[in-house]
């Protein structure tokens, strides 16, 4: 990215563009994301501005001390430049004043707890710039008091407290608001719960504060990257405020994810047996209803009963047929018996005929008049009947009446045994057609019940689409959770690395100045042979010295306690020439002699400072230290509250 | 006359048969050559009916059947509807007044020609006249020649000894009142033929033989 770009509206657009493009994840996801974790990246002027405390007073009584003093200080005013609190013994009250300022800027007592009570007022005014406040604490041991602003003659309270915890407060509010500072979260995990552990106004007041023996060459001791942080917001780094952003919520996600993992976790296995069960019950009606399909079945009925049908007309066809074969086989009976009696009646007619034709009549049936046997001859010869005189008729051919009777018989009995079987032959085809129409009718039922029981395999049949659905639901879930996780940690580690890259290039160059300035200002400290200070944007400082390369970690307390005055100084310097950063340009340098810095070293620092302090008119550094001909050579009076002899500076 | 003729002959035998079958002999005879006496028209119309209607008499013995459960009754009706008689013998008889009826004249006019047969009437003890017939010697002579030279003709001679059996010495009147007790007999119209019995008598012969 070689443009410098800004987290204006501009800016944004092509940031997230770049985040979009790294991440493999749309823009409007990103910024969906990015909002979520309220990542929201801004414009915020670095203008330097400078912080000085002008006047310090203080009032109270010492309690504990025999008898009980009051206590009465100040007001001391102050500038800018170099400023020394000194006594000529420890313990004279030099640390206790630097704290009392510290209190009056951030709101927390760092005075010991003994000292707690003793203070009833305390006033700090300090200006920003040219804009004049101060802080009037009227019961000092409660922390009541009010934040005022002085201007036009007037004084404009601009915040009021009555604890001091509203002290802290008003005070955070005020210098984060005056100097476009921003609390940098640091999300940790304790106990097993997610804290965000905010680091506002009295962390980033530690990059003001330089302890004898100091275990940061900025700020104080800190996990993680908040040191580099605080140097990246007080060097006025656009888009450092959206890294702090981004690493809090990155801090925050990892704790939440590995809670929400913990959870998630017991959820999924959770899931995952819920999944397994469904998947089990699932299997269980897979196998039971295996063989048994619904459709198989209506197809079983549909046949059978088309069979039936079949049957069924094949019957009623058969039976109609039947009806006609009886009709014909009763005629054709009929006709048999009719032949038979034809026949039969014929053979008794033959008979019939023979037989009376043997018996000569013997008298008329009608009169009874005897017939003689002379007329009886008589009509024997003449062919004549004797009782009535009819002619004789010639004799029926009988054989052939006999012979056409027994054709006749044939015939009928012929057509009889015809329509006897086909009665017979359509009798069984009728109970065929009714054994197939049963078992059709059987086939139909069992049909039917298998549907029945069909109506219980649709059921399973739509259970097991339902289940189905249920697993698939719930490995969405599973798996959407996990993409959801792996969606907003990548986005937010692309949003880490674009952002680091929108400002890494411009830090380099600043980081090179300050390093280069920072070896410069050492040297002048009195660090002997050093070739080389680099400090990376993680706030290590890594030195060449006599050749060899150390870090600062691996100093002694009075190479630190120069080498972070220096490195601060150097920041201080740069930001003036590049017009950005946020350090306000206070130093409170606590007892840098105590820290076993020879004396030769110790001189040295208090007349590099002396001598950059000339060159930093706006920088404001007081330092507390023993009185001695370093101070005195180096600090004019007028620029020393001092304390002389046993005395006490309060 | 042929066709008429033949028919009134062999109804003049099948009735000789009934005749002599079912006479008596009367002593003294009430005309001498005729010595024996069938009494009444009645009684032959009755037994000729049983012999024309082979399903009718069945019918008869299955009912004596059941009141004397002899055998022979039940194989007589089985052999009837064995030799299919119901349809194969029967000779429709038409409904008259008084039941089935079959003009005797001409048939017993032949048989009288021949001095088998003479009809009488009588007058009962009532004042009704009834008609008797007398039998010559020559009647059974006649019935033997039959059987001898026409062995289908034996068929009569049984079947006449069979009736006579089931008529038990009923007079003409009983017997007619016990065939009118037959349904389809009493209610055929009068002028139209007895319509037959013949499948109802099998399955009542069925269902006896079934439970025999």
Redesign the interface.
Known sequence: MSAKVMPDAKGRQVWIAAISKKSGYSEELVASVLEKHGIRPKVTAAVPQRLMVTSLSFTGKKLGATPPSDIDFGPKPMGPGLWAVTSQRNFRGKTSILNIIRWCLTGRQYIADVMTSWFTAVTLRFTLDDREFEVRLSNASEGTGELLKHARGNEFQLASFSNHVEFEAAMSDFFMEELGLQKIENHIEKDGKGIDQPHGWVWLFTAMWVEPRPSALFGVQMPGAMSARMMQMYLGFPWVNTTNEIKAAQSRFRVKAAQSHLVSSGIRATTEGRIASLAAQRADLQAKFADVSPNTARLKLAEASQRFVNADADLRAFVAKKQVAEDDFESA??A??EA??SS??A??????????RA????????CDEVITEEAAESHLRDHTCV?CK?PD?KG?DEEDTERTLLLAENEAKEQLDAQTTRVRLITSQINEARLARAKASEQCATAEAEIADMTTVEENTVRIQILDAQIAELRNLNQAETEAEDGDSKVLAAAEVITKEMYEVEQGRVLKRVSDLTKEYAVTFGIENLQSVSIDGGVRMKLIKNGQPTFFSKCTDGEKARLKVAATLAMLKVSEDEGVGRHPGLLLIDSPGDNAMVSVDYENLVSGISTLSEELKTVQIILSAVSGPVILSHVPKARRIEAVGDDYLW | MGDVEKDYRRDAIRQLFILVGGCTRATPPQVPDFPYTFKGEMRLQALDFWVRYPDYLADEILSQFEQSSDPEMLVAAREIFAADEPDVRRMPMMRKYYGAYEPLDTSLAILKSRGLVLPRTRKTSRGTNVRDFLLSEKAFETCAAVVENFPLMNWYRERIALVLRIADNRGGKALKDRQHEQKEYHDAQVGDTIPTIAQRVKMRLDRMGNTR
């Open positions: 009976k009929m048999y018996a038979r009696r039969q009646a053979k008794e007619s033959a008979a019939a005929g023979y037989v009376f018996i000569r009549p013997v008298c008329c049936p009608s009782v009819t008729r029926d």
